[in-house]
């Protein structure tokens, strides 16, 4: 049975409801395992932990991605702020859907929130993909 809105913003310690998309994916990958390098396996279906869903799930943005994170380390913005060194108007600027990163930025705040940020570039029309980790300052 899918989760709703409340249900998952509750359980994820979310700051708003996960819009309709968002919603979606989560019901999706609800007891669904990730393989490394982000998808699913075809034939391995794993129950999976809600923190582990937010993160697996593909989002809109970097913005999101850190929200998703934070909301999975069940941290509100100002114990984030504290914890990492910045203040909670920056955990709120990296945060936004419509911040224009630089490199630099996301990959600073990916180590601050214990993880590492890689560059992908896929190709639209064919051809090899290449990735690249970006080193953090």
């Known amino acids: 049975m ?5 249900e998952w913003k509750d359980l994820l310690g979310l700051d708003e409801l996960p ?14 395992d990730v ?5 699913v396996p075809d034939e391995q279906w794993v129950a999976m ?4 869903i937010a993160a697996a799930v593909v989002l809109g ?7 998703a994170i934070r909301a999975a380390q069940g941290l509100t913005v100002r114990q984030a702020a504290d914890a990492w060194g910045v203040s909670p108007g920056r955990v709120s600027q990296v945060e936004a ?3 224009n990163l630089y490199m630099s930025t996301v990959a600073e705040t990916a180590r601050r929130m214990g993880y590492r940020a890689k560059l992908v570039l896929e190709p639209l029309n064919g051809g090899p993909r290449y990735e690249a980790e970006l080193p953090h300052v």
């Not at 943005?61 to 929200?67: C, I, L, P, Q, V």
């Open 2 to 6: 899918p989760k709703t809105a409340q």
């Open 19 to 32: 819009d309709p998309e968002f919603l979606a994916n989560l019901n999706a990958l609800e007891g669904v």
């Open 35 to 39: 393989v490394e390098g982000g998808g």
């Open 49 to 52: 932990p809600p923190g582990e």
């Open 61 to 67: 943005s970097a913005g999101a991605a850190f929200k």
């Open 97 to 99: 859907e419509d911040a």
